[in-house]
């Protein structure tokens, strides 16, 4: 068997058995294709010391250490899978470390600058939607982007009879994400005039009628690609920092605010969808920040 037919039946496993997403899918074959390219005697042969000149020649390519980081434990998932189907009788990654990584503090958005964008929106309805519910409801981009209809809270006489919208995240996992009265008017104003754009174009929208933020194109909704590009021109209209304005940007802010609004950190993972707390605790180290910054300007033996 080909690394090449390994693989494909390495993310067949992951796909079908632990819902991994199509961006992982694509990860994982990219990093293990590299490490099938430099190991010349291929994946089923491969030693431990194959794998660390892997690793070494990462490095060597000026790739950064949390991208080493995430091939290496491509390559450790991938090593376990061929030795529980019994393609291998040990697994090389087994006593290998990945390098030592440090994450970076989200520069966050504060709320003036946020209230700055809104406002920027003008009478864009889908732009103000978009901002509304990437800060106003935490959504990662391919969340916001593919939104279904059928997610929606459910109104009644024009009226929200819900407040929560039901999002698919990583891995398929669903989970309930509450909107606030801002993040409802602008949906809301939204649908109205997304009602008015479908009957004006026909059948040629018809394709992407069941997503919130339909598009012509393949997919049949918005692309994240586009959004960015969207989000980077209302920043510039808006006068901020085009870099510090993406997607994400809106995010980290929205889990930022909530902390620094008295928000515990085991509700903000779950609203944020995190399947892991400690990639939540990022957040706490700009609360961290703004505390030593509060503590030299107030305490008195701090001066």
Known sequence: MSDAARIDAFLEMMSAERGASINTLDAYRRDLSDASEFMSGGLAKAAAEDVSAWMRDLSARGM???????????????????????????????????????????????????????EACGDDARMACLVELLYGAGLRASELVSLPMG???????????????????KGGKERLCPLGRAALQALKIWLEARADQLEK??????????????????????????????LEELASRAGIDVARVHPHALRHAY???????????RSVQTLLGHADISTTQIYTHVLTDELEELLAVAHPLAR
Do not use: Y
């Open 64 to 118: 950064a250490a949390s991208t080493n980081a995430r091939k290496l434990s491509a390559a450790k998932r991938f090593f376990r899978f061929l030795f529980e189907e019994g393609d291998r009788k040990d697994n090389p990654t087994a006593r290998i470390d990945g390098p030592k990584t440090r994450r970076n503090v989200p520069d966050v958005l504060s709320r003036e600058e946020l209230a700055v964008l809104i």
């Open 151 to 169: 997610s929606l809270p459910r109104r009644k006489g024009g009226r929200w009879e819900t407040r929560d919208i039901i999002v698919r995240g």
């Open 201 to 230: 174009a026909g059948g040629k929208a018809s394709a992407g009628t069941g997503f919130v933020f339909p598009s012509r194109g393949k997919s049949g909704h918005l692309t994240r690609r586009r959004l960015g590009q969207m």
């Open 255 to 265: 889990a930022t605010h909530l902390l620094q609004g008295g928000a515990d950190l």
